[in-house]
């Protein structure tokens, strides 16, 4: 079968592989001269954790199609390196000491650690907290060069073709296949189209599938000079149990009332996630923007704010910061929908909406819409 895979972030980038995987042609359109999108802004978090029961399955075969895919493509960066929720309240600790007695705590590879074990595991840890949720499921890829690893891979197969530079502007069902026509007024025929715009809710998206049922989020982020020694975990403060549904239950409820978080934290609904790259330097983050228009800036007041958690965690001051960022992703809005992916036209897909799961479950998505439409 002949695809065209419409955007190059992880989504379309996950469904090209799986295509490429099963036998397929592919051609894949991106209308930047690199994707820009959520893909290339994140942590590059693979994310076990947080998830959903409901979720876990699905996000255990993307760990494990992200874990096989780093052995085959080395530029992924692809490590297990798990992740470590530090926790310094009482109110905190019982909900990481409910998640290491849940019952998918061991599929999780949960562990309650004291400060001494958190240190045993991540030398780095010299700060203040009462203890750590260990998740040794949790890992980590380079989302900067993820990308194009996965496309050089899939281009020594002889059946992949990339276009940088290519919007899409029209997408016709033909009865037998699809055609898509470019910017640059070059038709591609195809069996099957899969249009994964990421946030990119209007123009084509919007002329293929209406309002979809989707938000876009806005986080901002930021990233350090190497830290000088290795950060040999990802952390997590425990603001980020308020925001992942695997935590949820009455000690998160008990969290919430008992616990203020700081007006910053609450006013940008703020977590730290932080992770170091291969490079050495660490990315931190986030924020969560609902509302827009959204600013095309950045503000300051949240970068204090995680700099101040870091530094509590790491007890050391951090190097410099080196570079500050805003990304935005497409999130379905039902919270029970991990993703959105409508049938356009007999031969046309739309799938986005992953939220802030989609570099996680990025190969496992590809591999169900594979699965779903029979290549
Ligand atoms: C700051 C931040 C941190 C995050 N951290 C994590 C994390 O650690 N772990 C995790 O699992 N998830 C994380 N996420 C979520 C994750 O990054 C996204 O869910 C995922 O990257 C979405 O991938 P995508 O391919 O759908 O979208 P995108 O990466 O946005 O890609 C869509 C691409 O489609 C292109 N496009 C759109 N329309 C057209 C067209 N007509 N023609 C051609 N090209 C087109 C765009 O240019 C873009 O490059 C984070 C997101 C953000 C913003």
């Not at 600790?93 to 409910?98: F, R, S």
């Not at 020594?156 to 276009?163: M, V």
Request: glycine fraction near 12%.
């Amino acid at each position: 079968m002949r695809l065209v895979i419409i955007g190059g972030g992880i989504l379309g980038t996950a469904h090209a592989w799986a295509a490429i995987g099963r036998g397929h042609t592919v051609i894949q359109l991106e209308r930047e001269r690199e994707a820009r999108g959520a893909t290339v802004r994140n942590f590059g978090l693979v994310w076990v954790s947080g998830r959903s029961a409901d979720e876990l399955a699905l996000t255990l075969r993307a760990r494990e199609l992200w874990a096989e895919i780093g052995g085959r493509v080395a530029g992924v960066g692809f490590r297990p390196a798990g992740s470590i929720t530090l926790v310094r309240t009482h109110a905190e600790l019982a909900v990481a000491e409910a998640a290491a007695a849940g019952p998918t705590a061991a599929d999780r590879g949960f562990a309650l650690l004291d400060p001494d074990q958190v240190r045993a595991l991540n030398p780095a840890l010299r700060g203040d907290f009462l203890a750590g949720l260990h998740c040794s499921a949790d890992a980590a890829v380079e989302s900067r060069q993820a990308l194009p690893a996965l496309r050089a891979h899939m281009a020594a197969t002889g059946r992949y073709t990339f276009h940088e530079g290519t919007e899409a502007r029209t997408v016709r069902d033909t009865g037998s296949g699809a055609e898509v026509l470019d910017d640059h007024g070059r038709r591609h025929a195809a069996d099957l189209v899969v249009h994964c715009p990421g946030a990119a809710h209007s123009g084509l998206t919007r002329e293929l599938a209406g309002e979809l049922p989707v938000r876009r989020v806005r986080l901002q982020m930021m990233q350090t000079a190497p830290l000088g020694e290795p950060l040999t975990t990802a952390i997590a403060d425990g603001d980020s149990f308020r925001y992942y549904p695997g935590y949820a239950g009455p000690q998160v409820d008990a969290l919430t009332v008992e616990q203020s978080q700081t007006a910053t934290a609450a006013e940008h609904k703020m977590q730290l996630l932080c992770v170091q790259r291969l490079h050495g330097g660490l990315t931190i983050g986030d924020t969560h923007e609902y509302t827009e228009p959204f600013a095309f800036d950045v503000d300051e007041a949240p970068y204090e704010h995680l700099t101040e958690v870091t530094e509590a965690l790491l007890g050391r001051a951090l190097p410099p910061v080196v570079r500050r960022w805003a990304g935005v992703y497409s999130q379905s809005v039902d919270p029970g929908t991990l993703v959105t992916r409508v049938r356009a036209d007999s031969h046309v897909w739309v799938v986005t909406g992953p939220g802030g799961r989609g570099m996680t479950l990025g190969p496992a998505l590809g591999e169900q819409t594979a699965d779903l439409i029979g290549l």
